[in-house]
């Protein structure tokens, strides 16, 4: 991946350093009186479940997963740190 927009990567960059502005964070602050996914899923909105597990992605986690090469035993954490799980990560963000 070659070229990234400011966009895409300023996102890149707060997700990695753990600034989640997701409803499960903004629930805990009392900001928001639901932490439930807005998309068709109604689970629990974190950021493990916006990349890997909410079925409005479904389409991009495929190839996420498959261009990360993800196994059963990675985390979140190696997504943002191992290059070739990174490139597929930030390839994610720009598509959705």
């Known amino acids: 991946m070659r070229k990234i927009n400011k966009l895409t990567f300023s996102i890149f960059i707060q997700l990695k350093m753990r600034h989640e502005y ?3 964070y903004l629930h805990r602050l009392s900001e928001n009186n639901l932490n439930k996914c807005y998309k068709i ?3 629990r909105q974190t950021l493990k479940h916006l990349l890997l597990n909410c079925r409005h992605y479904k389409a991009e986690q495929i ?3 498959k261009k ?3 196994k059963n ?3 979140i954490l190696t997504l943002f740190i191992i290059k070739i799980k990174r490139i597929a990560t ?3 963000l720009k598509n959705t």
Request: aromatic share 12%; hydrophobic share 35%; proline share 0%.
């Open 73 to 75: 035993t990675d985390t």
């Open 22 to 24: 997701f409803k499960s």
């Open 41 to 43: 899923c109604n689970a």
């Open 90 to 92: 930030l390839k994610y």
């Open 63 to 65: 190839k996420l997963k």
């Open 68 to 70: 990360a090469q993800l």
